[in-house]
């Protein structure tokens, strides 16, 4: 008779119990929500670099379109002369930038990369091309407005700066409109990059400014009453 027989077997194979299981859910959880607010935060600071980079850019082909048209920007050329000032259908805030397409390799730089609006898109081209140039695309792929009292007159004047400058509730029938903004009261609304904003001076300057540095900004571009004027794109288009 075998020395085995009458034995009871037992097999392990080393299973969690619901106990172990259920601690091991709980740390993971507690990973993620350890994780989670530094990759936030990484995201977010990694945004603001490139936006800056982007308003860089952008702020320096306006210099350089001045310097090749006698310190006069597109928004106030006369139409048929490399610009647009009253030509019909040419005041939407895409245009602007559309003169730059010399001085700027790609319209991707046109996007913050920040931009939460669902209608935003990316421009590849700057021609009329249905799958994302920005003829197409047109306001849908520009997330920055225009200061459009800048001038090298005033180095500090406020050129370029990310669209959370206005409510975003704004609606200008689609069409950009060169509206007015207070020296003493315009702050950021916080939905692009929090309660900070980028912005591009005159001078080719870039930073990223607080409420009231945007309003220091703005003082600078002011005509005789409290206001400057800076050129928006109805944002829920």
């Known amino acids: 008779m075998s020395k085995t027989a009458g034995r009871k077997h037992t097999n392990f194979f080393g ?17 993620v929500a350890i994780i989670a607010p530094a990759l936030a935060v990484a995201r977010a600071r990694s945004d603001r670099v490139a936006c800056l980079s982007n308003l860089r850019q952008i702020g320096n082909a306006f210099r350089q379109f001045g310097l090749e048209h006698n310190d006069i920007m597109p928004w106030r050329q006369q139409a048929g002369t490399d610009g647009n000032y009253n030509e019909p259908g040419k005041h939407e805030l895409w245009f602007q930038y559309w003169w730059l397409r010399g001085s700027i390799g790609t319209p991707r730089i046109l996007m913050d990369p920040a931009e939460t609006r669902p209608s935003a898109r990316i421009a590849t081209t700057w021609n009329l091309d249905e799958n994302g140039g920005l003829q197409s695309l047109k306001n849908r792929g520009v997330a920055y407005v225009l200061g459009v009292d800048s001038s090298t007159d005033l180095p500090r004047s406020l050129l370029v700066a990310d669209r959370n400058i206005l409510n975003s509730g704004y609606t200008g029938g689609g069409l950009s409109t060169a509206v007015r903004v207070s020296a003493s009261t315009t702050r950021w609304l916080d939905d692009v990059h929090g309660t900070f904003g980028n912005v591009a001076l005159a001078d080719g300057s870039v930073d990223s400014l607080d409420s009231e540095g945007l309003r220091r900004a703005i003082a600078v571009s002011r005509g005789l009453d409290d206001y400057a004027r800076v050129m928006i794109a109805d944002w829920g288009q």
């Open 15 to 31: 299973a969690f119990t619901c106990i172990e299981l259920l601690a091991c859910l709980a740390a993971c959880a507690l990973l």
